[in-house]
């Protein structure tokens, strides 16, 4: 049986650095991300994320010049069931200022969290022990969840 990291029915924001981890297979955290994304894909939970992360995934994968990587980001973020990447409007513009201003975080997180705030998101998942800090919305660590469950 698979491992259940979120409660059937929520709605989780997603960080860029999962995203990585997911679509690279990274060796500390392919399990987790794995799990989450199977229960994405099995319509268990949705996912939710910006074009920020687009644009932050992006850049690597066109620097070495790697088509095939670059397609399985586009796929996943643009083209997945129960996956949406959602655009920066002016209310996410200025909910990501305002948690900018409280927080002191860097502008590409305040507006990932403002859009996962705005969506209705019931948790945040990050790798960025920095963003732990935020009230507004349940931040969850990738290393927290081999321990929840």
């Known amino acids: 049986m698979s491992k259940v990291f979120f409660e059937a029915g929520v709605k989780i924001g997603i960080d860029t650095a999962p995203i ?56 996943l973020l643009l083209h997945s069931a129960n ?3 959602i655009s920066i409007t002016s209310d996410v513009a200025e ?7 409280r927080y002191n975080i860097r502008l590409p997180d305040a507006l990932q969290l403002a859009a ?15 963003l732990a800090k935020v009230t507004e919305i349940t931040v969850k660590q990738l290393s927290s969840l081999e321990t929840d469950r």
Do not use: W
């Open 20 to 75: 990585i981890y997911f679509v690279e297979a990274h060796p500390t955290y392919d399990s987790i991300v794995s799990g989450v994304f199977r229960q994405i894909a099995q319509g268990e939970i949705r996912g939710v994320t910006s074009v920020i992360t687009l644009a932050e995934v992006l850049i690597h994968p066109l620097r070495r010049n790697a088509i095939d990587l670059h397609q399985r980001y586009r796929k």
């Open 83 to 85: 996956f949406e990447t």
């Open 95 to 101: 909910l990501g200022a305002m948690l900018r201003a």
């Open 116 to 130: 996962a705030i705005l969506m209705d998101c019931h948790f945040f998942l990050t790798n960025d022990k920095r």
